[in-house]
């Protein structure tokens, strides 16, 4: 019953990034902690190996970037929301 990567620490992480984009600067420091605790606790009590809360946090960063580039192009393609290059655009007109 070996796991392969933390979501106790995915998590926190994922919503810290998310909080940081979004400028929510007391929720980002929150989900840091809480990231940082979880990795103490999950030692503690052994419900995971270092490897796993470390690949847990790798994890996490690769799937919120991936998951950003992704709901870019929906939004720019299909839903017709602004790109970046059409913000960009219409703030130098």
Known sequence: NDYF????VS???IAALNFY???????FVYSIFSAIYQCSMMIAIRGHYSIDLYAGFIFSIYSFLISQKICSIIDCSSIGLLCKDEVDYEKNS
């Open 21 to 27: 984009v979004n400028d929510y600067n007391y929720f």
């Open 11 to 13: 998590l926190p992480t």
């Open 5 to 8: 990567f933390s979501g106790h």
